[in-house]
């Protein structure tokens, strides 16, 4: 994703930052999924002074209450001055590492460092590096990771955030995430507030992060008078980070809010009952272009209604939801239709007469199931992400397209009270950051229902040899 700041820019204001809806944000939930109150914090950094930009105080919070504390740092921040008369990567690089000791000291004096040593820059490529590192860690009842947000718009905090999000896939640990740049370039209907929580600093949590900020000295004063060696922080910067709270979201406060609508096996939707719904699910289904997919790709299953009428269309097909009671409703509905399911984890062996829907749990996009898909549905879910988070999907999507590859998207087209997108939007930025084709476009007052396919491919009578 193309960068949505320079660290010159002064970006939005704090005082009108005081405006927005983080004033009224809940309490930040200090314990794993599982409920066990914190007891080893893992605070993932990109590159040094994001620690204590984004989680300073926390770190300070647990090391009062004695949990253990890991810092974990991604790169070194080599790259911070590239037009540097003075400094090479490699002076920053020990300069720095030096700084974010020093810094976590102030906050913790106990906590552990551990330098990852990746490419300042170049994060995207080493993901599956740092999953692994923190995947390793989260083994303990009580754990929570810390890490930056996965939309926060700079290349390596979104691939770390990512790689975090990938960590605790299977885990008990609570994954909080933490905007850092964002602060300079988003607008409120960029962040996703149903997931938003703060902690609230007392005095000496915030002393402690100003000391810690201080020791990062190559980044907010000058390494020397000359051209290139200016700070990175700048004074309006820092004055985001000056705050009396830190600012988390929450994955699993987000996902709460659909575990609660799903909650005893609900239908919440009506996909059941209501005529719209049936009707909606005749139209997309009939708009394949293919009578038969070899891997297919549901985003947002719900109770899997939808799911039992894709999955005699496709050889297989991953099913995803972000709520486990959902995904819970889901195997019913499949159970009851007589199609098989496999788990997350099992083989297609294992499922009876070789199961064709595999269930999974995921964040999407943070998350991401492995493989190709030459089918991808999205269908009344796009409302609920982000700008950000619908330009992180394409990218997805693209990256496990197959070539012959079929994206279809429906969304109700009427407003969407207190999500940041309505659904005509959410088509045009998809349409828009996947570059494909409309094969198929349906639109009526309530709904908007299309295909998107490379040339050729979304041709039925080519399809079927008629061309």
């Known amino acids: 994703m193309t960068a949505r700041f320079t660290h010159t820019d002064e970006g939005r204001s704090e005082q009108s930052w005081a405006a ?3 004033a009224s944000l809940p309490a930040a939930e200090l314990a794993d ?6 007891r080893h914090l893992i605070v993932l950094a990109a ?5 204590t930009l984004g989680a300073g105080g926390l770190i300070a919070r647990a090391g009062a209450t004695g949990a253990a504390v890991t810092v974990v740092v991604a790169t070194q921040g080599e790259a911070s001055h590239p037009d540097s008369p003075t400094h090479t990567p490699e002076r920053l690089a020990a300069l720095r590492e030096h700084e974010i000791r020093a810094a976590v000291a102030r906050l913790h004096p106990d906590a552990d460092v551990v330098l990852l040593g990746l490419p300042d820059g170049r994060l995207a490529a080493h993901e599956d590096a740092v999953t692994a590192d923190l995947h390793a860690r989260l083994g303990d009842a009580g754990t929570v990771l810390v890490a930056p947000w996965h939309l926060d718009g700079h290349t390596d905090h979104d691939a770390a955030g990512r790689a975090a999000a990938a960590a605790v896939t299977g885990t008990a640990a609570r994954l909080l995430e933490y905007p850092v740049w964002a602060w300079v370039w988003a607008q409120d209907a960029d962040l996703p507030w149903d997931g938003a929580v703060r902690l609230d600093l007392t005095d000496a949590e915030r002393d402690a992060k100003t000391a810690a900020l201080a020791e990062h000295t190559t980044q907010v004063g000058p390494l020397s008078p000359a051209p290139g060696d200016e700070p990175i922080l700048l004074p309006g910067m820092v004055a985001r980070f000056e705050r009396s709270f830190e600012t988390f979201l929450d994955a699993e406060r987000f996902a709460g809010i659909f575990e609660r ?12 009952d209501r005529w719209y719904e049936r009707r909606k699910r005749a139209l997309t289904v009939a708009a394949l272009p293919r009578e038969r997919f070899r891997r297919g790709l549901e985003i947002g299953c719900s109770i899997g209604v939808l799911t039992a009428e894709l999955a005699p269309r496709c050889e297989t097909l991953v099913a995803t939801d972000v709520s486990p009671a959902a995904l819970t409703a889901a195997a019913s509905t499949l159970a009851e239709a007589g199609i098989g399911v496999v788990q997350a984890g099992q083989t297609a062996e294992a499922a009876d007469d070789g199961g064709t829907v595999e269930l999974r749990r995921l964040r999407v996009p943070a998350q991401w199931p492995d493989g190709a898909f030459d089918l991808v549905v999205i269908s009344e879910v796009g409302y609920y992400l ?3 988070g619908l330009d992180l999907l394409a990218e997805r999507i693209l990256a496990s397209l197959t070539e012959d590859g079929v994206v279809l998207l429906c969304h109700w087209r009427h407003p969407m009270t207190g999500w940041a997108l309505d659904g005509d939007p959410v088509h045009e930025r998809l349409r828009s950051r996947l570059g494909l084709p409309v094969a198929v476009r349906h639109v009526e007052e309530d709904l908007l229902l299309e295909v998107l396919a490379r040339p050729g491919v979304g041709s039925v009578a080519q399809e079927s040899g008629l061309l």
């Not at 999924?33 to 914190?38: E, K, N, P």
């Not at 590159?47 to 620690?51: A, G, I, N, R, Y």
């Not at 609508?261 to 059941?272: E, M, S, T, V």
């Open 20 to 22: 927005s809806p983080l």
């Open 47 to 51: 590159h040094p002074d994001d620690e």
């Open 261 to 272: 609508l799903h909650a005893d096996g609900a239908d919440p939707w009506g996909f059941r």
């Open 33 to 38: 999924r599982d409920g066990v109150a914190l």
């Open 386 to 388: 982000t700008a950000g």
